[in-house]
T-cell receptor, first 112, second 112 residues
Framework: KAGVTQTPRYLIKTRGQQVTLSCSPISGHRSVSWYQQTPGQGLQFLFEYFSETQRNKGNFPGRFSGRQFSNSRSEMNVSTLELGDSALYLC???????????FGAGTRLSVL | GQSLEQPSEVTAVEGAIVQINCTYQTSGFYGLSWYQQHDGGAPTFLSYNGLDGLEETGRFSSFLSRSDSYGYLLLQELQMKDSASYFCAVRALTGGGNKLTFGTGTQLKVEL
């Protein structure tokens, strides 16, 4: 069974641009969560989608948004990029409302 | 809100036993998880405690005391490959979803 796949692995953008990151969950998993990881803040929860509905949201500004498609694939979008958005963005999937989350390798975003 | 505290760094020698503590403050607590992350890698699930007591999985054990809002991860027979960051994460039931709040991580260094 393939694991969680995130694309692209690396991304360089400039301030003010927008970016879209993609996540393909493990086959059969309906819950997809997104996290931002930075050296200073650790892993911070962005949002969780289940069956195309956002079920939970973290404390991030509205520039951060996401969506989930009928095949459970998910995308997150960050608009008007700021230098502080430079981070590793991790996607995790789980079968349902369970604790075990399986993480992808992440997308490393650098904002210049 | 939710907050977790864990030591930032722990050093131990190969073959030894090490304990990584985690204290938390949260509402709607449902369970405590532990994840391991090697440099440049994705977090991987290690253990979960939904009820008080000890859970054992091979060389790794995890303990939870809900009344003390405290848990720990115990690693036995340390190996060099155990050098990694270890995160405790609280699962809270909000919006019926699967929201994990992570601690800032404990970097474990295993020395010869």
């Amino acid at each position: 069974k393939a694991g969680v796949t995130q694309t692209p692995r690396y991304l360089i953008k400039t301030r003010g641009q927008q970016v879209t990151l993609s996540c393909s969950p493990i086959s059969g998993h309906r819950s997809v969560s997104w996290y931002q990881q930075t050296p200073g803040q650790g892993l911070q929860f962005l949002f969780e989608y289940f069956s195309e509905t956002q079920r939970n949201k973290g404390n991030f500004p509205g520039r951060f948004s996401g969506r989930q498609f009928s095949n459970s694939r998910s995308e997150m979008n960050v608009s008007t990029l700021e230098l502080g958005d430079s981070a590793l963005y991790l996607c995790a999937s789980s079968p349902g409302a369970q604790d075990i989350q399986y993480f992808g390798a992440g997308t490393r975003l650098s904002v210049l | 809100g939710q907050s977790l505290e864990q030591p930032s760094e722990v050093t131990a020698v190969e073959g030894a036993i090490v304990q990584i503590n985690c204290t938390y403050q949260t509402s709607g607590f449902y369970g405590l998880s532990w994840y391991q992350q090697h440099d440049g890698g994705a977090p991987t699930f290690l253990s979960y405690n939904g009820l008080d007591g000890l859970e054992e999985t091979g060389r790794f054990s995890s303990f939870l005391s809900r009344s003390d809002s405290y848990g720990y991860l115990l690693l036995q027979e340390l190996q060099m490959k155990d050098s990694a960051s270890y995160f405790c994460a609280v699962r809270a039931l909000t919006g019926g979803g699967n929201k994990l709040t992570f601690g800032t991580g404990t970097q474990l260094k295993v020395e010869l």
